[in-house]
């Protein structure tokens, strides 16, 4: 999608969403049929793009544009509702539900159910969704067979074939007068015989008067017939429908049933009396059709208010509002919604209900277990409630962690830990077993308290007190060497600290230093600094073993904070942690982690060594034997860890530049070339991070006392061998290598490359040295003149003029000289 296209399609995403919210309040405005036109144009994924960049919902626009209605579905349910009430207060004739839930709700009601209790949010009127499918949906079909009961009338047409001694075939339509002129016989009467006597009448006078001739009747046409739909129709008014049409054709046919007419009172009148009622419950619930009569000229089907409603929330099949016809109980209107299902709790039942005397709501409880609660009367505009059973599980334990089968067991009284962790085989692998913890409930204030127990002892020992005894709803939680404990016990800390107040702190403590895992975690009952050592994983390596460090924050009488420092002797004390304690490992003194670093290339003994603090690139070049007779350590090339880090981060910085000023020229200049562009990237994404510290290695070889440096873990030195060559990269016409000459000088290089490029930056051409360093012959007291010699390994860079070209041809050419040369480090990379 082009920009100019992308604008105005967001312009017009604009104008809709304004017309959407301009209608909900009654402003009348509506985008024009061009706008609605364009956006049906676009594709679902260019709608909901634009849609959801303005933070708008799609499905609103399709609802509105669908429908080709400027009004929202609240609009529209407020004016009907607004509606009904000014016709109530007028006196027209409407049902006592509609007069008990219309007149005392508020336009703004809509608006504050959604704050109401959520087993009532869903439920609507039941069945009316049928209608949404439209009529083409239920159109009689024209092409099955006759029904012998058919009734023939004005506008019918029989097909009547000859055989025998005269062989034709006529089409006979029946007249205004109820006759057929049949050729040769003469007027025939037929209207208001069944289509079998008159096909029987046919072939009698057929056989009668045509000596030799037989007939075959069969049914052509069918007439159309005129019917009125009046009441709560959407549409009400007349309508032509087939001679085949029944009651619910004609339904559909004007748009169906509003929202306040019945669907289980729909009147057939014929010549001013009722025929037949019409329950269309019979057909949703059922799928009976037999009340659906068909229809005949100048029927009138009558669709007479709602009556009584009751709804049906919570744990039923179909919950819904459903209309009364017969059915007066619970288990009635429940039978309405399908029955229950296994979830519900039935003797927690209730009805909402209207008081008739107050108008005030009330609430009516019931058991559904018994016979008096499912024969409980209903009234108009109740709610019957049926509420579903509880998530929480009775009499159970659950087991947690680092276990094979996680999840709840049946609790039995003097159950221990051993019945549902009977060996270690039943953990995972790499189990901690020195210690576990049970999360209890006080049955009296359901509040959590932590107990701590050691899963090995419970092992050794499952019929003494180190085989804890479990009680009912006990989670038990197991750890492992290798998970941090703090995920697996957020859930339980977070518990604890909404339990903290003025008289209980949080039961809570800390522990840090050289521990497994440190960090905070639940404070025991009477847990010593040995058990949370175990709860933190225990000790590692570099703990001292000996000495440690409680830090206690308490409150004296005033309410001020009181902070002491306990020291301990671990051999010796292990007294009882308190809340809000932190508990410090000492280290070692001096600890260290073991260090290394690498020695690369022409190293008379190359590879990995370990370093301890303090030593220096010439400490390591000692052990590893020195250089060898082949090594240039002019050309030396050393890298720090963290200097790789950096220098990686700023590549990707680079990266995203060079991507916004890609995209930035194709907008101001049209769609820039895609291999080109791929190009720059590919040449940027072949330039690795080295992390490259310059150093001058035979200097620091000549004056270790002067210029020798302590190395760190992951530090690199690389010694390449000697190989006499310089390289010439950059705005030349032929970036390579050349065999080194000390009479050469930098622009003889340039010229044995080809001389510059038209856009070369000639003033600026720099050389980067062997070890790194990088000089611009003209300026540098290195070079006293462009005559000067250069060294082996050597990179000579000539850079392109940036003020003759645009950005893109900037880019390209600096991704192209870091690719050739990587700055230099690459042509030393291969001396």
């Known amino acids: 999608?082009?920009?100019?296209?992308?604008?105005?399609?967001?312009?017009?995403?604009?104008?809709?969403?304004?017309?959407?919210?301009?209608?909900?309040?009654?402003?009348?405005?509506?985008?024009?049929?061009?706008?609605?036109?364009?956006?049906?144009?676009?594709?679902?994924?260019?709608?909901?793009?634009?849609?959801?960049?303005?933070?708008?919902?799609?499905?609103?626009?399709?609802?509105?544009?669908?429908?080709?209605?400027?009004?929202?579905?609240a609009a529209d349910a407020r004016e009907a509702i607004s509606g009904k009430r000014e016709r109530i207060k007028s006196g027209t004739g409407e049902s006592e539900v509609e007069k008990t839930a219309l007149l005392g709700v508020d336009e703004l009601s809509l608006e504050e159910d959604k704050e109401k209790d959520?087993?009532?949010?869903?439920?609507?009127?039941?069945?009316?969704?049928?209608?949404?499918?439209?009529?083409?949906?239920?159109?009689?079909?024209?092409?099955?067979?006759?029904?012998?009961?058919?009734?023939?009338?004005?506008?019918?047409?029989?097909?009547?074939?000859?055989?025998?001694?005269?062989?034709?075939?006529?089409?006979?339509?029946?007249?205004?007068?109820?006759?057929?002129?049949?050729?040769?016989?003469?007027?025939?009467?037929?209207?208001?015989?069944?289509?079998?006597?008159?096909?029987?009448?046919i072939e009698e006078i057929v056989s009668q008067q045509m000596?030799?001739?037989?007939?075959?009747?069969?049914?052509?046409?069918?007439?159309?017939?005129?019917?009125f739909v009046l009441g709560e129709a959407n549409v009400p008014g007349s309508y032509v429908v087939g001679s085949l049409s029944t009651m619910t054709n004609a339904i559909f046919a004007s748009g169906g049933i509003t929202k306040i007419g019945s669907l289980r009172n729909i009147q057939l009148k014929r010549q001013g009396k009722v025929v037949t009622t019409l329950d269309l419950y019979d057909l949703l619930l059922h799928g009976d059709t037999s009340k659906d009569a068909r229809l005949l000229p100048g029927d009138v089907i009558f669709v007479p208010p709602i009556g009584k409603t009751v709804g049906v929330a919570g744990e039923v099949k179909r919950p819904a509002i459903y209309e009364l016809l017969k059915e007066k109980s619970v288990a009635d209107v429940i039978n309405l919604a399908g029955g229950l299902l296994p979830t519900a709790f039935v003797p927690a039942s209730r009805i909402e209900r209207i008081l008739q005397d107050s108008g005030e709501k009330t609430l009516v409880n019931l058991d559904l277990s018994t016979?008096?609660?499912?024969?409980f009367k209903v009234r108009d505009a109740d709610v019957v409630q049926i509420f579903s059973t509880l998530e929480t599980m009775r009499d159970i334990v659950k087991l947690e962690g680092h276990v094979k089968r996680p999840g709840g067991f049946a609790w039995r009284p003097n159950m221990r830990f051993t019945?549902?962790?009977?060996?270690?085989?039943?953990?995972?692998?790499?189990?901690?077993?020195?210690?576990?913890?049970?999360?209890?409930?006080?049955?009296?204030?359901?509040?959590?308290?932590?107990?701590?127990?050691?899963?090995?002892?419970?092992?050794?020992?499952?019929?003494?007190?180190a085989n804890i005894k479990l009680e009912s709803r006990d989670t038990v939680t197991l750890f492992d060497y290798e998970t941090d404990r703090s995920e697996l016990l957020e859930p339980l800390m977070e518990r604890l600290k909404t339990q903290a107040s003025i008289n209980h702190r949080q039961k809570i403590m800390e522990i840090s230093g050289s521990v497994r895992f440190p960090g905070s975690y639940p404070l025991a009952k009477d847990m010593d600094t040995v058990t949370a050592i175990n709860l933190a994983g225990g000790l590692t390596e570099s703990a001292l073993g000996t000495s440690a460090e409680i830090t206690r924050y308490d409150l004296n009488e005033q309410r001020t904070t009181?902070?002491?420092?306990?020291?301990?002797?671990?051999?010796?004390?292990?007294?009882?942690?308190?809340?809000?304690?932190?508990?410090?490992?000492?280290?070692?003194?001096?600890?260290?982690?073991?260090?290394?670093?690498?020695?690369?290339?022409?190293?008379?003994?190359?590879?990995?060594?370990?370093?301890?603090?303090?030593?220096?690139?010439?400490?390591?070049?000692?052990?590893?034997?020195?250089?060898?007779?082949?090594?240039?350590?002019?050309?030396?090339?050393?890298?720090?860890?963290?200097?790789?880090?950096?220098?990686?981060?700023?590549?990707?910085?680079?990266?995203?530049?060079?991507?916004?000023?890609?995209?930035?020229?194709?907008?101001?200049?049209?769609?820039?070339?895609?291999?080109?562009?791929?190009?720059?990237?590919?040449?940027?994404?072949?330039?690795?991070?080295?992390?490259?510290?310059?150093?001058?290695?035979?200097?620091?070889?000549?004056?270790?006392?002067?210029?020798?440096?302590?190395?760190?873990?992951?530090?690199?030195?690389?010694?390449?061998?000697?190989?006499?060559?310089?390289?010439?990269?950059?705005?030349?016409?032929?970036?390579?290598?050349?065999?080194?000459?000390?009479?050469?000088?930098?622009?003889?290089?340039?010229?044995?490359?080809?001389?510059?490029?038209?856009?070369?930056?000639?003033?600026?051409?720099?050389?980067?040295?062997?070890?790194?360093?990088?000089?611009?012959?003209?300026?540098?007291?290195?070079?006293?003149n462009r005559s000067q010699a250069i060294d082996p390994g050597d990179t000579i860079i000539v850079p392109l003029d940036t003020d003759r070209v645009d950005r893109l041809t900037v880019w390209s050419s600096v991704t192209q000289i870091m690719y050739q040369a990587a700055l230099g480090i690459a042509a030393i990379g291969k001396l």
């Open 419 to 465: 019945d549902i962790v009977s060996n270690v085989d039943d953990l995972l692998a790499n189990p901690d077993i020195e210690i576990g913890i049970i999360q209890r409930e006080e049955k009296s204030t359901r509040k959590i308290h932590v107990l701590t127990f050691s899963p090995k002892m419970a092992f050794a020992n499952p019929n003494s007190p």
């Open 1 to 73: 999608m082009n920009v100019k296209r992308f604008s105005y399609l967001l312009g017009l995403l604009v104008c809709l969403f304004a017309s959407l919210h301009i209608n909900a309040q009654g402003l009348g405005f509506t985008p024009t049929p061009e706008q609605i036109e364009k956006f049906k144009q676009m594709s679902p994924a260019e709608q909901e793009a634009l849609a959801r960049s303005m933070g708008i919902n799609p499905s609103e626009f399709q609802q509105l544009i669908g429908s080709g209605r400027s009004s929202t579905p």
């Open 118 to 201: 959520s087993i009532n949010e869903k439920l609507e009127l039941f069945g009316y969704d049928i209608f949404q499918f439209g009529a083409d949906t239920f159109s009689p079909s024209v092409d099955i067979p006759i029904p012998s009961d058919y009734v023939l009338g004005p506008g019918d047409t029989i097909n009547v074939q000859l055989y025998g001694k005269e062989n034709t075939t006529h089409s006979l339509t029946i007249d205004r007068d109820g006759q057929v002129m049949f050729p040769n016989i003469g007027p025939v009467s037929l209207a208001g015989l069944s289509y079998s006597k008159g096909t029987a009448k």
């Open 562 to 784: 009181v902070v002491m420092h306990i020291s301990l002797d671990m051999q010796l004390d292990n007294p009882v942690l308190m809340a809000g304690d932190t508990l410090r490992i000492k280290q070692i003194p001096l600890w260290q982690k073991k260090e290394s670093i690498s020695l690369l290339g022409e190293v008379v003994h190359p590879g990995n060594y370990t370093i301890l603090p303090g030593e220096t690139i010439m400490d390591v070049l000692h052990r590893a034997g020195g250089l060898t007779p082949h090594a240039y350590p002019e050309g030396a090339v050393f890298s720090r860890e963290e200097l790789r880090q950096l220098e990686a981060e700023r590549l990707e910085d680079l990266r995203d530049k060079i991507e916004s000023d890609i995209a930035a020229v194709s907008l101001q200049e049209g769609k820039v070339s895609d291999e080109k562009s791929e190009q720059i990237l590919e040449n940027l994404n072949q330039v690795k991070a080295l992390g490259r510290m310059v150093i001058d290695l035979p200097a620091i070889m000549s004056h270790p006392n002067e210029l020798d440096f302590q190395m760190v873990g992951g530090d690199t030195l690389e010694v390449p061998r000697y190989k006499p060559s310089v390289t010439v990269v950059g705005e030349v016409q032929f970036p390579t290598s050349h065999f080194y000459d000390k009479r050469l000088t930098v622009d003889d290089y340039v010229d044995r490359s080809g001389g510059t490029k038209y856009n070369a930056d000639k003033k600026r051409i720099y050389v980067v040295k062997a070890n790194g360093r990088v000089f611009l012959p003209s300026n540098s007291a290195w070079f006293k």
């Open 211 to 227: 000596i030799g001739v037989k007939s075959s009747v069969t049914m052509g046409t069918l007439r159309t017939v005129r019917v």
């Open 371 to 375: 016979n008096s609660g499912r024969s």
